[in-house]
């Protein structure tokens, strides 16, 4: 039994992850044929349905920080995920990044409670972070990813330099608890973002969503690819057994 997700329609083994429940409509609508709400509990909505290939793949809104986040990742676990990709927004701390501009983690500086009490390390997973960059192509960049506790922080210019002197290049809200949480749980998980700007035109919001759109679509083929590998390792196990 779960909480806070009260699942109406089978959870699939993959899972993307953006924090906004509208975020996660768009993508199940992008993504999916005849998508089924899997979750509306909480406001956290989640959909499951099948790609265009046949594959099975659920988007599941975590809500607003690192709690929510984690609470999330670790129910679904127990409804059947089995890899996760956290999918969403960033601001960025180095100024050669732009809004529209596609980062991927390749390190965390986790700086909220959350990692912190999994006692875990907030690492991407190797296998899946390599697919992922190989479907995202050379357009989204691999780069620290600072996860903060809050986002209206006392003296945000102040951390903000801190973290980018740290090497952080981006900073978000769930990243380092969804893969805390995951690691914590023996799941892969990998995060993508999309840099947005504070005070957005209109004309970069537009190109934040297109480019969100195209990272899920490479996330969703990551996942895949990295599934496959899953069941081809199983059966040259199982063969040798």
Known sequence: MTAHLHPTAPIAADVLLPADPALAMTLAQRLLDKPLMA??????????????????????????GGPSAAVVVAEL???????????????????ALAPGDAVIADAVLAGEATSRALGVDAAPDTALTD????????????????????FHEPEREARDAAR?????????????????CARHLGLPAASALVV??????TQEREGTQAALETLAEAAARALAETARDAQASDSETASLL
Not at 164 to 180: M, R
């Open 196 to 201: 947005t700007g504070l005070e957005a035109t």
């Open 164 to 180: 980018a002197a740290a090497g952080a290049a981006v900073a978000d809200l769930e990243t380092a608890a969804v893969l805390a």
């Open 39 to 64: 979750n509306h509990n909480h406001g956290l909505w989640g959909y499951s349905g099948r790609d265009a290939e046949g594959r099975e793949l659920t988007v599941q809104a975590t809500g607003i």
């Open 131 to 150: 697919a992922l960059a190989r479907a995202a192509g050379p357009g989204a960049v691999r780069v620290t990813i600072a996860s903060a506790e809050l």
């Open 77 to 95: 676990a127990d409804h059947g995920a089995r890899r996760a990709i956290r999918l969403g927004l960033c601001r960025a701390l180095d100024p």
